[in-house]
């Protein structure tokens, strides 16, 4: 259960590891695995009854993504087609497989598999040149990859030093971290588990009056960048999983949601999300009417995490952001690094090793390909250290190159959530947000609305369900604000399908672990009829 990082690797070195299989044939191969089908929805009325023999990982179950063999085959025949021998390319294949069920009704599928190449070519300035295909045979992929670069820029016919001195110069050494993101337990419950889970998810709503919908997602990646040498190249392959499931009243007066995620398929349990749903519902029922107004909050791990996932941006120095000094006439610091923004006991880090979330050990776009995606400690004791840029930016200001922050920890704190409502003389508990989006980039303000109800609290007690409010609030206050901390966890963003044209939100989300968070003064602007 690793991911591989092979580091200074020579293209030949991966192709005569199988010296008998021709690089054609190895596109074969993986294209017409690509066009075998869909992933099967297992039959949910032969699901074990217990827990314990959930999943049995099946090491003979095929592998729907690509292999390192077959990306540095693929590598090679972009080079290759678009006459670039030293052309750096980037690989990415995504395969998801996603269920859905109403309860009372029958199952539904929505896969995905997509192949994306990017490669670098001269028309000017750098550009990316970029193709999403679902072409299934090697002489039709060369057909769609030179249309690609034909119609987006010439190729790149000759070495580096004939098109630009100044890209002579030797790739930079490049050092990847090798992480562990890959859980064949999650690549194996891809084909056997999905109508098991839709089982578990729905079993405990049979004889209730509540109506639910639960959905199953499960995703496996693989990632390849060889450098324009091929000298180096960056390998990483990665799983991720996700169960929720909402519970709604018959006439529509209460609500409740529930959700985990993890990489590795063992750790869901869809009965236990399931239950958790209806207990949110049952806390919520005949919601009555507060008024707006700032309350002491108490944000549960989802809310948090969900605040800090739409803060990320704000980190990119070339953006609008709090963090940025008011523009002078000043030479010197140009943004607030060093200073204290937030609460002492905030600490908020990215990490690819992480083992209960990571992200890629490297990155593409943004001016550059293939650059490694350090571990970054962006705040640290509520003071600014990091920022976020892009290739070109960090080599004007002499900055190392750094993804935006969607994959992040919060640090914790000691506090249980009854703890914190114990201690609240008057609040509101919030489950969870919908719509986020930040509406003044210099003040990192954000409106949206909280969902499926909240909960009133008074003198240490909750005392009724409220309706849902919309909020206008800035995390960057908030977290000046910080009254208790809890243990954190991974956050289920919940599954959203995809939208051609806000790629960063497709999912899986990258992995953001929060703590439950008890602040002073949150703005709950507005109520709002939501259930």
């Known amino acids: 259960m690793t991911l591989n990082v092979h580091i200074d690797r020579h293209v030949g070195d991966a192709i005569a590891s199988s010296p008998t299989i021709s690089r054609r044939q190895l596109l074969r191969e993986f294209l017409a695995r690509r066009a075998s089908g869909d992933y099967p929805l297992s039959d949910h009325t032969t699901a074990p009854a217990s827990d314990e023999s959930r999943i049995v990982p099946d090491p003979s179950a095929p592998r729907r993504v690509i292999t390192h063999d077959e990306a540095m085959a693929l590598a090679e025949f972009v080079r290759e087609v678009t006459e670039g021998k030293f052309t750096g390319v980037a690989i ?73 001195p100044d890209l002579a110069d030797a790739p930079r050494p490049a050092t990847y971290m090798p992480v562990s993101l890959w859980y064949p337990s999650t690549s194996t419950a891809m084909t056997t588990e999905r109508g098991t889970a839709l089982a578990q998810l729905t079993a405990p709503f049979h004889g209730t009056a509540w109506h639910g919908v639960g959905t199953v997602a499960m995703s496996a990646k693989a990632f390849l960048y060889l450098s324009p040498d091929g000298s180096t190249t960056a390998w990483g392959d990665a799983t991720d999983a996700e169960v929720s499931m909402t519970a709604r009243a018959a006439d529509g007066s209460a ?57 990320a941006g704000s980190f990119n120095v070339a953006r609008q952001s709090p963090f940025n000094l008011p523009t002078t006439k000043e030479v010197g610091q140009k943004d607030r690094r060093g200073e204290r923004l937030f609460d002492p006991r905030v600490t908020l880090s990215s990490d690819p090793t992480d083992p209960d979330g990571g992200d890629w050990p490297f990155f593409y776009g943004d001016g550059g390909m293939g650059e490694p995606n350090p571990k970054s400690i962006w705040v640290e004791h509520g003071v600014l250290k990091l920022r976020s840029v892009d290739v070109g930016t960090g080599l004007q200001y002499g900055m190392i190159p750094r993804k935006d922050p969607l994959a992040m920890r919060m640090n914790g704190g000691p506090t249980s ?25 210099l003040s990192g303000a954000m409106s949206g609305y909280t969902r499926d109800g909240c909960l009133f609290i008074q003198n240490g007690k909750i005392v009724r369900p409220v309706k849902d409010f919309r909020i206008f609030e800035s995390p960057f206050l908030s977290l000046n604000r910080v009254l208790a901390l809890g243990t954190p966890e991974r956050i289920a963003f919940g599954f959203t399908p995809p939208n051609p044209y806000r790629r960063e939100q497709h999912w899986p989300l990258p992995p953001v672990i929060a703590p439950p968070l008890m602040v002073s003064d949150f703005n709950f602007a507005a109520l709002a009829d939501n259930v």
């Open 92 to 164: 990415a294949h995504a395969v998801t497989a996603v269920a859905t069920q109403r309860v009372g009704n029958a199952p539904r599928s929505g896969d995905a598999d997509e192949l994306e190449l990017r490669w670098p070519t001269r028309l000017g300035n750098m550009v990316n040149v970029g193709i999403s295909t679902n072409v299934r045979d090697p002489d039709t992929l060369r057909r769609v990859i030179h249309r690609a670069a034909a119609t987006k820029a010439p190729p790149m016919t000759g070495p580096l030093a004939e098109e630009d």
């Open 255 to 311: 609500a409740g949601w529930s959700g985990r995620a993890h990489r590795d398929w063992r750790q869901l349990h869809p009965a236990d999300v399931a239950q958790a749903a209806i207990a949110a519902a049952e806390q919520q029922r005949n919601p009555s009417r507060a008024e707006p107004g700032r309350y002491t909050a108490i944000l549960s791990a989802t809310a948090v995490g969900q605040l800090l996932h739409a803060m």
């Open 417 to 441: 959530v009854a703890e914190m409502i114990a201690n609240c003389e008057r609040g509101i508990y919030v489950h969870r947000f919908a719509n986020l989006e930040v509406i003044d980039g």
